[in-house]
């Protein structure tokens, strides 16, 4: 059974930093993209970065660049982002997911909650 | 980066009835456009992909249609579980959303 399991969220102070992780299991992790995808309580989702199955490529939303790194750990199976610089409208709960082998997200973890306030 | 529209924002339907909500993107996409639905308190759920195939176990009232920059989904007849938030997402470049369409109950 895929599983997804965030952590590392929590409240930080705007213009500090905070590093999300995502532990994986259930599926051989280093063949497959992932992504890390926010969602303001009640609002949509958006999409805030991706890293290819190797330590490739990665993409991310014009909102974090340069202020987010996507990373992960194949040994370990888990992905990463690290947020720096954050700022109030970083406040959302972020998941974690896996995508598949036709291109779109076919696991969600349940998501971490990240409050940025003073 | 590229743009999704979606439209309505909210769509009100009775039960039985047909729902049929859209998406745009600012630029082509071929067919690389996915439908999710997400209820609250849970993660969104893949009802469709490559513009009109169904994801496993998907009833086969969800239907997808479209291609390059204007997309549809369409549910024939809707059920009491259907309404929720629905959400396209293009993947010919990463990945953007839409910012939703609410199907509520009329």
């Given at each position: 059974?895929?599983?997804l399991?965030?952590?590392g969220g929590g409240?930080?102070?705007p213009?500090r ?11 051989t992790?280093?063949d497959?993209?992932?992504h890390?995808?926010?969602q ?6 958006e999409w805030?970065?991706g ?5 490739g ?6 909102s974090?660049?340069?202020?987010f ?5 194949n ?13 109030a409208?970083?406040t ?6 896996k ?16 409050t940025?306030?003073? | 980066?590229?743009?999704?529209t ?5 769509l009100?339907?009775s039960?039985g009835e047909?729902a ?6 600012s ?7 996915a ?14 992909y490559g ?10 009232r969800?239907s ?5 920059t204007e997309?549809t989904?369409?549910i024939s ?22 910012q ?7």
């Amino acid at each position: 059974e895929v599983q997804l399991v965030e952590s590392g969220g929590g409240l930080v102070q705007p213009g500090r930093s905070l590093r999300l992780s995502c532990a994986a299991s259930g599926f051989t992790f280093d063949d497959y993209a992932m992504h890390w995808v926010r969602q303001i309580p009640g609002k949509a989702l958006e999409w805030v970065s991706g890293i290819s199955w190797s330590y490739g490529p990665t993409a991310y939303a014009d909102s974090v660049k340069g202020r987010f790194t996507i990373s992960r750990d194949n040994a370990k199976n888990s992905l990463y982002l690290q947020m720096n610089s954050l700022r109030a409208e970083d406040t959302a709960l972020y998941y974690c997911a896996k995508e598949g082998r036709v291109g779109v997200v076919s696991y969600w973890g349940q998501g971490t909650l990240v409050t940025v306030s003073s | 980066e590229i743009v999704m529209t979606q439209s309505p924002a909210t769509l009100s339907v009775s039960p039985g009835e047909r729902a049929t909500l859209s998406c745009r993107a600012s630029q082509s996409v071929s067919s690389n456009l996915a439908w999710y639905q997400q209820k609250p308190g849970q993660a969104p759920r893949l009802l469709i992909y490559g513009a009109s195939t169904r994801a496993t176990g998907i009833p086969a009232r969800f239907s997808g249609s479209g291609s390059g920059t204007e997309f549809t989904l369409t549910i024939s007849s809707l059920q009491s579980e259907d309404f929720a938030v629905y959400y396209c997402q293009q993947y010919n470049n990463w990945y953007t959303f839409g910012q939703g369409t609410k199907l509520e109950i009329k």
